[in-house]
Structure formats: structure tokens, C-alpha cells
């Protein structure tokens, strides 16, 4: 048998409030044509004040856990991926793991930016595969708004905030059997590329928060190669073609660097799911926030091929196969877990 982790359900958050390109025109030395033609974004999602990510994180969890028909107490890994914290610490994890009564297990934040969803989900993955979790939610959430520089047209125009979260469950599948749930998952960083695409602040640095700041030609140049390169690798690991792909769930970073990655799959636009005219860039809420549009809208089905791909700072990039929801004819027994099962904290 062979232990996999399914992709049982999937939520997200968006705060309410929407900033136009030209609220921004009204401000700023740009345009809503400079910004949609360069990028593809027309509008940005901005948390409240006081909202925070974990405000964010907590709702996309409750709305994945409701559509994989769970509670709390069903989760026994939460693995949160965010450049922006509520605190430095503890881990905003920690807050979604008490809020949403998820007390049977443990919970922590990850750290790789725009990539960190899939450096999550492969965490997560692995944790569920070596049989020290059973079911885990896997949320990508930001408060981009908060580190940015807002006189800066360069990058203040690019980003927005928002939460998206998914259930991974185990299962274990027959040999031979066709494979659900992820396929694989593969992660890069090369940290020599950290100037092109960083916040000049931190805890141990200048003790603040600083600003977003990005060489986007070069980070694009980066783009363009390294996804398309990981997305190589993750076909190759599994032996497919591009043909095989059902929905490409890429970062939203910018529609050009999607549409290249389209035209590189050979895939027609219709089955990549684009959310960046909306949402604007999200970081690590980007993948999750369009992979949950996406299943609610219809378009991503149980038993569809998805691949997922993202790069953001560090440079941090990966990619991740996963062939989404639960086989119709086989709801997985439910697996032992090896680890001790723990009390839940009273
Ligand atoms: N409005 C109007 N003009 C602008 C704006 C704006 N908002 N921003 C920059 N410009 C100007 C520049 O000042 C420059 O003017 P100049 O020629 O007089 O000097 C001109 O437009 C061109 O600027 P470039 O930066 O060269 O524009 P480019 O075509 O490269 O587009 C962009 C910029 C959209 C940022 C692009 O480079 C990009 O998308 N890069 C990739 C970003 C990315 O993928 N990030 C991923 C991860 S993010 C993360 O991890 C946090």
C-alpha cells in the first residue's frame, strides 16, 4: 500500500474592502492601463484595520473544514505559510490551531513567501506520508498591505491580502490502483538571489517591520525560468506529459509570467485558472485562494489533475502535483496514526 494525502476540501477569505487601479491612479503617478497592462491586476483585496492574517487564515480554515465535512478536533497538523505574521511570534498557526478547536495535534508557521503554499502542502504531505499526521490543513495566508511601501508605485500596486486553505487527509492506495491526493511535490531556493526581492526590516535586523522592495524585471527573468523548469521536473517525476494536466493553479504574480507558463504546457487559457485581475498578487494565499475559486465555481473536479507552481522571495520556487478531491468509489479508510494520540489540552 502506498500512503498518500488526499485533497478532501478547500476554503478562503477575502476581506471586504477593494482598492480600483485608479483609487490608486487618484494617488500615485500610474494608471489602470500601466498596471493591467504590465501585470493583469485591476483591483486588490485590503485587509481592515485590525484585521489580521490569523483573522484571515481562521475563516479560509472554518470554510475548509465545512467543505471537507470535518471540525477542529478532526486536524491533527496545521502548517500555516505566511510572510506576515499577526506576531512574531507565536506561530499564527498556533492562533488558527485554538480558534478553530484543532487541539489534537500541532501547529506551525512556514516562511517562503509568494512560494510558501506549495513549501507548505509538501511539508504537510511528507508529515502524512512518514504516518505522523492523519489530517491537516494547509493554509497560505497575508496581510501583504502592511509591508508595503505605498509611495512606491513599483511594488505598492502589485499586492493584496487575503486566505486560502486545503484539507489533506491519508489514505492508502492499492498498488496498481490509479493515484490521488498529491503526486509530488518539488522545492528550490537559491538564496544567493535575496536582493532582488526583499523587506528591508525584521525582528533581528532593524527591529521593524520594513518594506517590500523587488527588482521585478529581474525577478521576472527568474520567473519565467525557474517555473517552467519545475514544472519540467514535477512531469518528469511522474512520468506525465502536459497533455495529462487537467488545471494549471499557478501564483499570481503577474498574467504575462501565467501565460507563459500556459503557453509552455501547451495549455489553452480556458484551463488555467487566472484570479490576479481580482486578487491581485496574495503571496502565499495566491495558489489556495484561486484553487478554492476554482472547485467552487466547478471547474476543478474530483479526479482532475491540478498542478501548481509558484516562486517569491529568497528566491524561493516549487511545484505540486495533486490530483484533487476523494475517488467516488472509494472513500479511504480512515488510516492509524503512529504517533502517541494526545490528550487534547482541557
Ligand atoms: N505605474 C506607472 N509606471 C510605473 C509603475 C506604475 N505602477 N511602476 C513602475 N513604473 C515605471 C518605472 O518607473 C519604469 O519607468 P522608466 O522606464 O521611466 O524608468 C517603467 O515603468 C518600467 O518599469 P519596469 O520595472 O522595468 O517595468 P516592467 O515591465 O518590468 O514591469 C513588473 C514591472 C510588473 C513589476 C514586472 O517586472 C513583474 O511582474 N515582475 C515580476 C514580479 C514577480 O513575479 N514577483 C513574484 C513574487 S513577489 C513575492 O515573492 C513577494
Not at 535575496?194 to 527591529?207: A, E, H, K
Not at 472513500?331 to 502517541?340: L, M, Q, S
Amino acid at each position: 500500500m502506498t500512503r498518500r494525502s488526499l485533497m478532501i476540501g478547500c476554503g478562503s477569505y477575502l476581506p471586504e474592502r477593494i482598492i480600483s487601479n485608479d483609487e490608486l491612479a487618484a494617488r500615485l503617478d500610474t494608471s489602470d492601463a500601466w498596471i493591467r497592462q504590465r501585470t493583469g491586476i485591476g483591483q486588490r483585496h485590503v485587509a481592515a484595520e485590525g484585521e489580521k492574517t490569523g483573522d484571515m487564515a481562521i475563516r479560509a480554515a472554518e470554510r475548509a473544514l465545512a467543505h471537507a465535512g470535518l471540525e477542529g478536533e478532526d486536524i491533527d497538523l496545521i502548517v500555516l505559510a505566511t510572510a506576515t505574521p499577526d506576531d512574531t511570534f507565536p506561530a499564527t498557526a498556533a492562533r488558527v490551531q485554538a480558534a478553530i478547536g484543532a487541539l489534537n495535534g500541532f501547529a506551525f508557521d512556514v516562511q517562503a513567501v509568494c512560494a510558501g503554499f506549495i513549501y507548505a502542502l509538501a511539508i504537510a504531505d511528507n508529515f502524512i506520508r512518514a504516518g505522523q499526521a492523519r489530517t491537516a490543513l494547509v493554509i497560505g495566508a497575508e496581510t501583504f498591505s502592511r509591508l508595503l511601501d505605498w509611495n512606491d508605485r513599483a511594488t505598492c500596486v502589485l499586492f493584496g491580502d487575503g486566505a486560502g486553505a486545503v484539507v489533506l487527509r491519508a489514505a492508502d492506495q492499492a498498488p496498481g490502483a490509479p493515484s490521488w491526493g498529491v503526486l509530488s511535490t518539488h522545492l528550490h531556493t537559491d538564496g544567493r538571489q535575496r536582493d532582488i526581492l526583499y523587506v528591508d526590516g525584521g525582528p533581528s535586523s532593524t527591529g521593524t517591520v520594513g518594506h517590500l522592495r523587488m527588482v521585478g524585471k529581474e525577478v521576472y527573468k527568474h520567473a519565467v525560468t525557474k517555473l517552467a523548469a519545475v514544472i519540467d521536473e514535477a512531469l518528469t517525476a511522474n512520468g506525465l506529459d502536459a497533455s495529462s494536466v487537467d488545471w494549471l493553479v499557478p501564483h499570481q504574480a503577474n498574467r504575462r509570467i501565467i501565460e507563459s507558463m500556459a503557453h509552455k504546457l501547451g495549455m489553452p487559457l480556458d484551463k488555467v485558472v487566472c484570479t490576479i485581475e481580482r486578487h491581485a498578487n496574495t503571496s502565499a494565499a495566491s495558489v489556495p485562494l484561486a484553487l478554492d475559486e476554482a472547485v467552487r465555481d466547478g471547474r476543478v473536479k474530483a479526479g482532475d489533475l491540478v498542478l501548481f507552481e509558484a516562486i517569491g522571495g529568497g528566491l524561493a520556487w516549487g511545484a505540486g502535483l495533486v490530483r484533487f478531491g476523494v475517488p467516488a468509489e472509494a472513500a479511504p479508510a480512515p488510516v492509524e496514526i503512529r504517533r502517541e494520540e494526545v490528550e487534547p489540552i482541557a
